[in-house]
């Protein structure tokens, strides 16, 4: 495996002081590693119980001007530049610990955050990197223009069209979003605003932290701001820079072509809801996990069925007559002539093939396996077999007890024995060997 297919996060804690921008106070972000699967959370250490605030869309509460989180009453405004330098830098899992309720706004890109995550470096963790491939286009757009659609792309490219008041400042830029493109084209994109529509919050003293060098202003055609322009186009790739931010909201790294028209951070956080639904519409086809009593047990026809994907006229086992400690099974099969492989497995002399009687133990032994803790909705492949013996043949009307035992299990691969027993004596044995597989 690939280290950019493993889960990464931050070598070391890093922090920054900053101003932030609604309230004008000084802030310290502190960025901290997490363990796998942890993905991102926000964590308010100026509140008493430091509680954490889980980066999801569902936990969305406010996206005017900017995405603000909630958990109970505790929120988390402008979270979406340092989310997009975590996503857009390769950053699985982390911790955003801060002790107020937004973080710096430094210069209005991601740069910063970017170069503290550089300075931290990246730890690369056991687990898979788990990437959601979108396999239908989703498409939404709103009263007043914005268009956004996701299509099908083996990379994550953004396209996007920003389109000001009037059309002012109409730009267009495109493209795959990785580590190395991320920081070189948009990392240090800048927001930007319209005076008019700043002008009556700074009356009220709504955007204390709000500085030319936080933000291009800009005032009919002309641009307020004590630096000049980082790039031409700067205003669109910062709408990209906040589409990466907004999209991570879903929890979900995506592949897939956005294709962006007037985006904003409402629709940008509506497109990643439907991220979630198409993720939990595929997801949902994978069967759910079936509980295997431990203990004694006897399990009946429907419930042997939910634990094996095997039908008619390949599923060997009619019932589960028990379990004795952990590793053992034992299951039942009723030969009758009504068996279709009796057609041809002999006309006038009809037999049980062994080959089936060696199926047979399988599936018996994939269901104590499939009962191990760890193995909880999973499925058992058949490997191999070996010293398979063939003692007598198997008629129909005889009832086949199947006795099997897992001699050991080892992540993904098992080793056990089975045997076949008719009126008490043996008529088939083998050593086995599975390969345990997600579903």
């Known amino acids: 495996m690939a280290a950019s297919d493993r889960q990464h996060t931050l070598a070391k804690a890093v922090s920054m002081t900053g101003t932030s921008l609604h309230t004008g106070e000084q802030v310290t972000l502190t960025l901290q590693p997490a363990p796998e699967n942890f993905g991102f959370k926000f964590r308010r250490i100026d509140l008493e119980d430091k509680p954490f605030i889980p ?3 569902e936990k969305v509460q406010k996206v ?21 330098a975590l996503a857009g830098m390769g950053v699985d899992n982390a911790i955003i610990e801060m002790d107020a309720n937004e973080p710096p706004i430094a210069d209005g890109s991601a740069m910063p955050f970017v170069e503290l995550i550089k300075s931290a470096g990246l730890e690369e963790q056991k687990e898979a990197r788990k990437v959601f491939e979108v396999r239908e286009p989703i498409y939404q757009e709103t009263r007043d223009g914005t268009i956004l659609t996701i299509v099908p792309d083996k990379k994550f490219r953004i396209s996007c069209t920003n389109v000001g008041p009037n059309g002012r400042f109409t730009q267009y830029f495109s493209t795959e ?11 240090a994109a800048r927001t930007f605003v319209y005076y008019e529509d700043i002008a009556p919050l700074m009356e009220k003293g709504l955007i204390k932290g709000g500085t030319l060098e936080a933000a291009v202003v800009i005032r009919g055609e002309t641009l307020l701001s004590k630096q000049p322009l980082r790039f031409a186009d700067e205003f669109v790739r910062h709408k990209i820079l906040d589409i990466v931010g907004d999209l991570m909201l879903s929890g979900k790294r995506i592949l897939g072509h956005v294709i962006a028209v007037r985006p904003g951070h409402g629709p940008n956080t509506e497109l990643a809801r439907s991220i979630v639904k198409q993720y939990e519409q595929m997801r949902s086809m994978v069967p759910a996990p079936v509980y295997i009593p431990g203990g004694e047990a006897v399990l009946d026809i429907n419930e042997v069925m939910k634990i094996l994907p095997h039908r008619y006229p390949f599923l060997l086992v009619d019932r589960i007559i028990g379990f004795e400690t952990a590793t053992k099974c034992t299951g039942i099969k009723n030969v009758t002539i009504n068996e279709p492989f009796f057609q041809g497995h002999f006309p006038g002399h009809p037999i049980m093939p062994g080959v089936l009687q060696l199926e047979a133990m399988a599936q018996v032994a994939s269901i104590v396996l499939l009962r191990m803790p760890e193995n909880q909705g999973k499925i058992g492949y058949f490997m191999s077999a070996n010293n398979v013996k063939w003692r007598r043949p198997v008629l129909p009307g005889d009832t086949l007890v199947i006795e099997t035992e897992i001699l050991k299990a080892k992540r993904s691969i098992a080793t056990g024995v089975g045997r076949c027993v008719v009126n008490g004596q043996v008529v088939s044995e083998a050593d086995l060997m599975f390969s345990v597989v997600d579903r």
């Open 177 to 187: 979003i990785n580590p190395e493109t991320y920081e070189k084209e948009i990392a």
């Open 55 to 57: 980066a999801l869309v």
């Open 64 to 84: 005017e001007r900017a995405t603000t989180i909630a958990e109970g009453g505790v929120n988390v405004h402008t979270v979406e530049h340092v989310i997009s």
